[in-house]
């Protein structure tokens, strides 16, 4: 999304600079130069609008195309008309212009632009979900890769310890955890006492006293003494695990405003589009009958260029809506009560 941002904003650099020109003597007469039936300022704008719309845009065509086909809208379709219908009233303005020698005004730099900051939206939800990704991968390196396991005798005696894959721990058996080693998995503690950094988890960074029946979370640090543990929770079970399923859920889960916004793009772009028809069919057949003067015209105009105009800007103006009340900062809350985790997470 990064590359596609500065590709277009690389591309808008020159249409912008095309538009505003005029006032730069060295280059406005290379602009009006005529290269065959077009001015050159109007061969460049077409060519650089071109790449932005075709190019770095087709991903809005793509996704919109696939919304109509499932018989719905979103803001892709929105946008997608919005782009297109610019783009193709100002190639249609040159075509014309070249036949007819009646030239209109263009608006290739409002496609360019409006792509432009559909494309920032983008890029800050992709800041948004990379953050909540290096959550996940810090919560998953918090657990340990490898435990002691204790090996008793049919007395109930340690007789020895062993080395083991953290994944290898089962339910029941019986594990060393030294100071300045991470516990392996819930469990409580047999024998010993100590003092665990469960910041992790409560993000409270004071110390926490473990004594005999006391409980420990995997992946919390030991500190001080050493603990003998009984393992109750492993793999998916342990409360590490749970809020690293719930982080992945809410990452891959719209936010309840993300699904207000869909339900409200369902019924807006039908709404936005139905708008544009009743704006060019007013203007038009305002302009048949008198009801404004002709002077309004722009110059070699007509009413129903004058329409069109006008229904035009209602379809691009209601995509600069998104941007707005589509914002991109996801906000998601995890509180799991039922598993009394006490954990909650803000993105």
Not at 94 to 109: H, K, N, Q, R, S
Not at 161 to 168: M, S, V, Y
Request: glycine fraction near 6%; proline fraction near 5%; include cysteine.
């Amino acid at each position: 999304m990064l590359h596609l941002l500065t590709s277009c904003l690389f591309l808008n650099i020159p249409i912008f600079l095309i538009r505003v020109c005029p006032h730069v003597p060295l280059l406005y007469p290379f602009l009006l130069w005529r290269c065959a039936p077009f001015l050159m300022r109007d061969w460049l704008k077409w060519a650089l609008v071109s790449i932005v719309q075709f190019v770095i845009g087709k991903r809005f065509y793509l996704a919109a195309g696939r919304t109509l086909r499932n018989g719905s809208t979103n803001m892709d379709v929105l946008v997608a008309l919005g782009t297109l219908a610019s783009y193709f009233y100002s190639v249609g303005a040159l075509l014309w212009g070249a036949v007819t020698g009646l030239w209109f005004p263009t608006y290739f730099e409002t496609s360019a632009m409006l792509i432009t900051f559909v494309l920032l939206r983008k890029y800050l939800e992709s800041i948004t979900k990379r953050k909540t990704s290096d959550a996940i991968k810090k919560l998953v390196e918090l657990a340990p890769a490898t435990a002691l396991l204790l090996t008793k005798d049919k007395g109930g005696k340690c007789v020895g310890e062993r080395k083991i894959d953290a994944l290898l721990i089962q339910p029941g058996e019986l594990l060393k955890v030294i100071p300045g080693a991470k516990v392996p998995s819930d469990g409580v503690v047999l024998w010993g006492s100590s003092h665990v950094n469960e910041s992790m988890v409560t993000r409270e960074y004071m110390p926490v006293p473990k004594e005999v029946n006391s409980h420990v979370i995997g992946g919390t640090m030991n500190l001080h003494g050493i603990l003998h543990i009984h393992a109750t929770k492993v793999g998916s079970n342990t409360v590490l695990n749970q809020i690293i399923s719930l982080v992945e859920t809410a990452q891959m889960s719209k936010a309840p405003i993300q699904k207000f916004v869909d339900f409200v793009a369902s019924i807006f772009v039908p709404t936005v589009v139905a708008m544009a028809l009743l704006t060019l069919l007013g203007w038009y057949i305002s302009g048949v009958i008198g009801v404004f003067p002709e002077s309004w015209l722009p110059e070699n105009g007509n009413y129903f260029v004058f329409a069109l105009m006008f229904s035009i800007s209602v379809v691009v103006i209601a995509c600069l809506v998104p941007l707005v009340w589509q914002h991109p900062w996801l906000c998601w809350v995890i509180d799991d009560k039922k598993e009394k985790l006490g954990v909650r997470f803000r993105f």
